[in-house]
């Protein structure tokens, strides 16, 4: 008799009864790939549940129990009948061929539609954020790599099994996409579509934020927006305005939108108001302008490495502003509200 976990035997078995969650129906899935013999016992076990009637709780499955009982039917057939001892033993031998060969029939059905079909598995998503103040580097199931921007998450399938390859963004990220013109390779966001092969790109799309912007570096890629489609070539870079539903591609220098992934912050000829939400993006703190001649202000700076003080003190020496933190403010709950500092203009 083939042994199995106890475990995996009732998660199989709620598979059956499509009562498993994903999680569940994954580590199946997985458990069957693992070997020719996991196969058998899968095929084993469905042929007993779909040969069940009525329908029966897996707790109450004992196949050595069933196997006994053929054997039982046929000793007190054989007592009861000696006269067709022969008919009856070639009767239940039928019987015994048949429920082996329907199990060999299923598991040979089980492998060409494995090997032929798409696979029906519910799909498993692993999702990663980045922390505030922080960035982070994600490779995924097909070998291409991302960077993940502070504040910003992207969810994958922890399988690509052919076909297209789904990744969902909120935030900044860098991609370097593994080529597969076959399978392409697609980011969305709320209100983009960003369709690759084999390239390297910068998409920015907080869902906060009025402005999604999609910078390429290498390759090609093929933008979807307000049912409009557009092609970007290297060295050019998207902006689309959520507010008017419009957008516009120039030529750009990719270094100062794509640095930020190798730990630099680059500012080339910014306002000061681009500056500080750039800088709110990235920490999670509100900034308040007080002088709206400020935010105009032109500044050209490149941070590596610097903290937060310590930018914002370099600000203070290079730019006519001075800037103040506000208290932390809790509300009724005792929960703690994003961090406030307020700008002014320096006498």
């Known amino acids: 008799m083939i042994e199995i976990n106890d475990n995996i035997e009732a998660i199989i078995f709620k598979v059956f009864s499509k009562e498993a969650s994903a999680e569940e129906i994954e580590k199946v899935h997985l458990w069957v790939k693992e070997n020719d013999e996991h196969k058998k016992v899968f095929m ?59 199990p060999l029939l299923l598991l040979s059905v089980y492998f060409y539609f494995t090997r032929t079909e798409k696979k029906t598995y519910a799909t498993v998503y692993q999702e990663i954020f980045a922390p505030y103040g922080t960035r982070s580097v994600v490779n995924l199931p097909d070998s291409s790599k991302v960077w993940l921007n502070a504040g910003s998450s992207i969810k994958y399938p922890v399988h690509f099994d052919g076909g297209e390859r789904h990744i969902s963004l909120n935030g900044e990220a860098y991609f370097e996409v593994k080529s597969d013109k076959e399978n392409p390779f697609i980011v969305h966001t709320k209100k983009m579509e960003v ?108 941070f590596e490495g610097e903290s937060l003080d310590e930018i914002l003190h370099l600000l203070e020496v290079s730019a006519p502003i001075r800037y103040k933190k506000l208290e932390d403010r809790k509300d009724s709950f005792n929960y703690y509200h994003k961090q406030t500092i307020v700008v002014y203009k320096s006498k």
Not at 48 to 65: N, R
Not at 66 to 88: C, G, V
Not at 221 to 245: F, Q, R, T
């Open 44 to 102: 084993h076990l469905k042929n007993i549940w779909d040969v069940a009637d009525p329908p029966f709780s897996p707790e109450d499955i004992d196949t050595e129990k069933a196997y006994a009982n053929i054997i039982t039917q046929i000793d007190f057939t054989q007592a009861d009948n000696k006269l067709n001892t022969h008919k009856s033993l070639l009767y239940y031998w039928q019987q015994i061929a048949a429920f082996i060969a329907l």
């Open 195 to 302: 369709r690759a092969t084999g390239t390297a790109f910068n998409v920015e799309a907080y869902k906060k934020d009025s402005m999604t912007a999609i910078t390429l570096v290498e390759g090609i890629v093929d933008v979807k927006v307000d049912n409009k489609s557009a092609l970007l070539k290297p060295g050019e870079k998207m902006d689309y305005n959520h507010a008017i539903n419009n957008y516009s591609i120039n030529i750009t220098d990719t270094y100062k939108w794509c640095s930020w992934k190798d730990g630099i912050l680059a500012f080339r000829n910014d306002p000061l108001e681009y500056v500080f939400k750039r800088l709110g993006q990235m920490y999670n703190i509100n900034f308040v302008i007080k002088d709206n001649s400020l935010k105009q202000y032109i500044y050209h700076a490149t």
